[in-house]
């Protein structure tokens, strides 16, 4: 899976859009666009995610810019050798990094065979053990490795009151013992990253300290989905801090920070919050096979689409009329009903509460103009009054602008879906 193959003619891809056709038809999976492809694999290797077909099948789709899901890409028009090329790059990529991936998963499986191992912190008599400094400072590289640790554990968690004698004395011992056992040191950063996220109060007020290798490695949902700002930042401060952590042993030969991330992953749902943040440094906190994912394409929409596919032209929107409602601005004492972006809210939160209709419209999408304009005007039917005599022309102009939301939330859906299955195959 996921093997390069040598490429340099348009026939090369011809034959390989038909293969990959032939196959996607005889296992039900849907081309008209790539949401409908993509969410057809999720759901197929949700429930199965072993179908080593399926599997290769979707990875091909993930690579795939607007080569294979699509009707109208018109070859005779391209260099197709070139983009075909770098279709197999991602999808080689993919591959590679997957199998780091599974690599990853059997040897995250030894340590949960290790869970009873307990980590014992005493304030009164483990500030005498040693503990090798491995990891250099940002700067000065003059800090010892307990010293940056408690640093950053100050600084980022908001800790500068903390009883800092006490945290170094309880890091150095825990970091002595992870030393102890080359197992253990391989993960360093990841298991000091969560005692100071579970024991963060512990660890700064408690003389004697135990934890188990099970409890650090047990997994832990945080409250993504919720609103409140103060939540969000603590959360966004949880993945700042084992960034700087893991940055600190990027030098340490031992420290696999890959395997970190993805120790990450497996035992907290913080990557999807960082995901859906869309943090610039995703990279950063999840294992490459991840971060690849969320660097590909998902987009339904097509390049190549002809002009009847587009909003305006679907709902015969005038050119004018679409730069007066680019403008519009309700009158005083009206209602902000038809300003963009209340359609795009209203529809959002209509298409929440009727997920049934994004499904129907994923499925029509690039294949049904009449069924797509339908969805759309059973929406307009339920979030917008009917224009009186002076707005007639904004009929048009907020339908085209519900459909063109449909497709920024089928693309938003189909990010989150794919990126669910991949934390979990």
Not at 73 to 91: F, H, I, P, Q
Request: hydrophobic share 40%; aromatic share 10%.
């Amino acid at each position: 899976m996921g093997k390069k193959q040598n490429i340099s003619t348009e026939q090369d891809f011809d034959v390989f859009k038909i293969l990959y056709t032939s196959n996607c038809k005889e296992a039900g999976i849907p081309l008209q666009n790539k949401a409908a492809a993509l969410h057809a694999f999720v759901q197929k290797l949700s429930k199965d995610p072993d179908d080593e077909a399926i599997k290769d099948l979707f990875f091909k789709t993930l690579a795939d810019l607007e080569l294979l899901c699509t009707d109208f890409y018109d070859c005779s028009n391209y260099e197709v050798a070139e983009e075909y090329a770098e279709l197999l790059d991602r999808y080689g990529a993919l591959g590679a990094f997957y199998r780091q991936q599974e690599q990853f998963e059997d040897a995250f499986s030894d340590y949960k065979d290790r869970a009873g191992i307990m980590f014992i912190m005493d304030g009164e008599d483990a500030a005498d053990r040693a503990c090798d400094g491995t990891c250099k400072a940002e700067n000065a590289g003059q800090s010892t490795e307990v010293e940056q640790l408690s640093a950053l554990f100050r600084n980022i968690l908001g800790m500068e009151d903390c009883n800092s004698s006490l945290l170094e004395v309880h890091l150095r011992s825990f970091l002595a013992q992870l030393d102890a056992d080359e197992m253990l040191s391989v993960l360093k950063p990841f298991l000091v990253w969560q005692l100071m996220i579970r024991r963060q109060e512990e660890l700064v007020e408690k003389q004697e300290l135990s934890v188990t290798l099970g409890e650090l490695l047990a997994y832990e949902t945080y409250p993504v989905a919720e609103e409140q700002k103060k939540v969000r930042k603590r959360l966004k401060t949880y993945t700042k801090l084992f960034r700087k952590i893991c940055k600190c042993y990027k030098t340490d030969e031992k420290a696999d920070r890959a395997f970190c991330r993805y120790a990450l992953v497996r035992t907290t749902n913080l990557a999807v919050f960082a995901a859906e943040e869309q943090f610039d440094k995703f990279d950063k906190i999840c294992p490459p096979f991840l971060s690849l994912i969320q660097d590909m394409d998902l987009s339904c929409l097509d390049s190549e689409a002809p002009e009847d596919w587009q909003a305006e032209e679907l709902f015969g929107v005038k050119e004018e009329d679409a730069d007066r409602y680019a403008e519009y601005e309700p009158e005083e004492n009206r209602e902000n009903t038809y300003e963009m972006w209340a359609v795009e809210e209203k529809t959002e939160a209509y298409l929440s509460e009727h997920p049934a209709l994004l499904d129907t419209f994923r499925e029509a999408f690039y294949l049904d103009k009449d069924t797509c304009r339908n969805v759309a005007e059973q929406i307009f039917a339920a979030i917008c009054p009917a224009p009186d005599s002076v707005h007639t022309w904004l009929t048009d102009c907020v339908k085209a602008q519900i459909f063109d939301t449909m497709t920024e939330e089928l693309d938003r859906i189909t990010e989150k879906e794919v990126l669910e299955l991949c934390l979990k195959l």
